[in-house]
């Protein structure tokens, strides 16, 4: 089947602006401290293209529930993927002075409030999650299997362990296999965690929920290597930030280990991995066959 790729960002810009709506009001609340709320409003609206939260609606759309059963915790998803980004680009971490053609948070609030937007955000997202077990149809037991979930993810055993790796093998010589583990925490484990937290909360089938968590470890793989693609030789003005800081950061990427044919190539194998792990669902998981067949032509 062909990808049509105005189609299809039409509808990922329709998602897109359905999330901004709930994320914006998520963080809403009063306080005798609106400086760290301005500061967790600009690290939230940053121009993302909101994927994580969209995995979340999709992984309860398959299990045949509404984006409204799980809204909730598709913004927390959100928010902790910012609080991510605030934190990586900290002088301490990846030192980067733009994320998406704007000043980093720490540029504009400074390094401490930047850590502490970091943490009220993560701690913000783990309200909402609980949150959800208020919405109609969805069960406490699915909440805490969420909660379990999503900590798992984000901790030592995924994306601040990915990061960790990410730090302790800047400038050493690392192969495939510990590149691939690297990123399947880094990146990847959020990525999981979305898609399974909202199929979860729907009561989707152990089976289902099987398949849908290979589409996404294939997924996230796709999403790190066509990354580490656009940073050599993507458009500094579309991307948003600096082109060239893996190589200059001294970071092993899938370009460098491969060349740029041969990350391509890998891009292409982990996308079709992603379709044939969905071969179980029907029609109604186009939109994540076609979200990995964009993986290859995303230029940010």
């Known amino acids: 089947m062909g990808f049509d790729k105005t189609g299809f960002l039409k509808e990922l810009q329709k998602r897109k602006e359905e999330i901004d709506r709930h994320l ?12 760290i709320h301005q500061a967790m409003h600009y690290a939230v609206s940053n121009g993302g293209k909101r994927l994580r939260p969209i995995l979340v609606v999709e992984g309860a759309h398959l299990a045949g529930r509404p984006a409204e059963a799980v809204m909730l915790t598709a913004c927390a998803i959100e928010m902790i993927h910012c609080y ?36 009220a955000l993560l701690s913000r997202a783990f309200e909402l999650i609980a949150a959800n077990a208020g919405v109609s149809g969805v069960t406490p037991d699915a909440v805490v299997a969420v909660i379990e979930e999503v900590a798992a993810a984000i901790g030592s055993t995924g994306m601040v362990g990915g ?46 929920l099987e398949d849908l968590t290979d589409y996404a470890r294939h997924f996230g793989l796709a999403f790190q290597i066509t990354d580490d693609i656009l940073d050599v030789c993507g458009d500094e003005g579309v991307v948003g930030k600096p082109i060239g800081s893996d190589e200059r950061n001294q970071k092993i990427t899938y370009v460098s280990l491969f060349g740029l044919e041969g990350a391509v190539e890998l891009a292409r194998q982990s996308v079709d991995k992603c379709i044939a792990s969905l071969r179980s669902f029907g029609e109604e998981a186009d939109f994540l066959r076609d979200l990995a067949r964009f993986t290859l032509f995303r230029q940010s």
């Open 24 to 35: 914006l009001g998520s963080l809403s609340v009063d306080s005798d401290s609106p400086l």
């Open 84 to 119: 991510s980004l605030v934190h990586d680009d900290l002088p301490s971490m990846d030192n980067d002075d733009l994320r998406r053609g704007k000043p980093t948070c720490h540029i504009v609030y400074g390094e401490a409030n930047a850590i502490l937007t970091g943490d």
């Open 163 to 208: 990061q960790v790796l990410d730090l302790q093998w800047q400038g050493q010589q690392i192969g495939p296999a510990e590149l691939e583990h690297l990123h399947l925490l880094k990146t990847g484990a959020l990525f999981r965690a979305a898609l399974r937290s909202g199929a979860i909360l729907a009561g989707m089938k152990a089976q289902a």
